[in-house]
């Protein structure tokens, strides 16, 4: 292209193309943000839920993966939306943004398909009862282990770590593109486009984490004790999920059987033993913590702490009202 010609290309396309302030831009960000906050706001004053979080708890207590990466995909898609409207908008264009790239609309569709498969194999499972679910004891869910880059027994689950993994990338990645787009002042195009190669991997993550869903069912899950300490001899209560789907079911302390133990589906009951498992012997440097663990069908539940304390001396009263331990000679006056 000419030199003449180039210039007057540059010229007639400053003089079409609106100025955007900094202020604009600013508000633009500031508003998409406050959009989130408002509904966030309404959203609680209508579930009379406050935290976050229970926006992407499972019925068990845990933070669902499939859940989250769903919630961030919405926020990612609204904050854009809105901030580049209110920038239009500011320009005199009020026209919604009609321009929706078909991988946006995939990956919404992706997210949104995974939440619903994830929740609709763990009711199956459930129906079916290789599984239970019996829900978190109240107060229990910021205790629990697992949730979003972990199983139900609290180990690291790879197929959670890579959909959210990807999930964060692409985000990021659209985050970046939106605020870019507001600040050159770019308001002719629409929301950014997710790259194919990202769709690709989120894709494939997100089969990852549906087929171990399909294979894996039936881990026990324990909640902590209660009571959470004690001398032998005290009535102990361990709540969970999947206690009871196996005949092979096992309570163990510190690794080794624990007798006398009483099941359901939601929750285990045993007696402290008067003695160490290990040696047979009087429980030794008391207090003591030991972990409780259940064996069923072969899979192993995460640990929980339970501590055994000294047992509480008894104590008789001697003819002047006063007391002293059992077995302490007394003189009757």
Do not use: C
């Amino acid at each position: 292209m000419h030199a003449p010609t180039l210039a007057v290309t540059l010229m007639a396309t400053s003089a079409t193309a609106p100025h955007v302030s900094g202020g604009a831009k600013a508000g633009a960000i500031l508003i998409g943000i406050a959009v989130l906050i408002l509904l966030y706001i309404v959203t609680a004053l209508i579930t009379s839920h406050w935290n976050p979080v229970d926006l992407f708890r499972g019925f068990d207590g845990f933070a669902s993966t499939s859940k989250l990466q769903w919630f961030l995909w919405l926020l990612a898609i609204l904050f854009g939306y809105s901030a580049l409207w209110v920038l239009r908008a500011e320009q005199g264009d009020y026209a919604a943004l009609n321009e929706i790239p078909v991988n946006l609309l995939t990956v919404l569709g992706f997210s949104t398909g995974t939440a619903a498969a994830a929740k609709g194999i763990t009711s199956g499972f459930v129906q079916a009862k290789k599984m239970s679910k019996p829900g978190a004891p109240p107060g229990e869910p910021g205790k629990n282990t697992g949730g979003i880059f972990q199983d139900d027994g609290g180990s690291p689950e790879l197929a959670k770590i890579q959909m959210i993994g990807f999930t964060i990338i692409a985000i990021g990645i659209f985050l970046a593109t939106v605020v870019h787009q507001i600040g050159i002042g770019d308001i002719k195009a629409g929301l950014p486009n997710i790259d194919s190669s990202l769709m690709v991997l989120m894709g494939i993550s997100q089969g990852g984490y549906l087929g171990k869903k399909l294979v894996t069912f039936g881990t026990p899950m324990l909640y902590p004790p209660s009571p959470e300490t004690g001398p032998p001899g005290t009535p102990v209560t361990v709540r969970g999920t999947s206690l009871d789907s196996s005949p092979d079911r096992q309570l163990l302390l510190n690794g080794l059987p624990v007798d006398g133990t009483t099941w359901s589906a939601a929750s285990v009951q045993f007696t402290v033993p008067p003695g160490d498992p290990a040696t047979g012997a009087d429980w030794a440097g008391l207090p003591r913590a030991v972990s409780l663990t259940l064996s069923a069908g072969g899979q192993l539940s995460n640990p929980v702490k339970f501590t055994v304390t000294a047992p509480v001396a008894s104590t008789t009263t001697v003819g002047n009202g006063a007391s002293a331990p059992a077995g302490a000679a007394t003189a009757v006056g």
